[in-house]
């Protein structure tokens, strides 16, 4: 599974950033060093699983399509259609079966909807909205520190299970239970 490394510029990732005593992370260094970091990366992430999620599913609908229109053109003067027809439908088998390996949708829903979680657990801790109405500074902090981490580390799980489950049970001919393979 890919990690946030990969995308972002070596000065904003953890592993350039000075070691730090413990707890002494303020609510600023956190949202700039990590809200901001992870929801760049799903926004990027979210993005680029969707276009690649539309692209395949339009080529195949297309090809889909079009493949019965071929079928009924060919005839003996228009037989090289045959062979467009063969490999407009090769294109489509594949595609439909790199989707079912990627699983592009998946992904984009669960990177965008990481990504609007982690931003409305901002908005809320900044405005003191939601569950940090009503607390300290410190308890806030703490609190958004939690639910973030959860958060992160709830759509990395999802992604794993949708990567696995599915496509395991693909390949051994069961179905998944009622909840595999689902996006949290």
Known sequence: MDTPKQDIPKSKHWTHLPLREFGSMNPHEYVDERINQFREWYDKKATKAKRNYLYMRTITVLGGAMVPVLINMTDKEHDWLK?????????VVILVSLESVFHYREQWKNYRSTEQLLAREYFNYSSAEGPYKMMTKEEAFLLLVDRTENAIE????????VMTTVSESKATGSK?????????
């Not at 062979?83 to 294109?91: E, Q, V």
């Not at 709830?154 to 299970?161: C, K, P």
């Open 83 to 91: 062979y467009i027809t063969s490999a407009i439908s090769l294109l």
């Open 154 to 161: 709830s759509e990395n799980a999802s992604t794993l299970n």
């Open 176 to 184: 998944p239970g009622p909840n595999e393979g689902q996006v949290k």
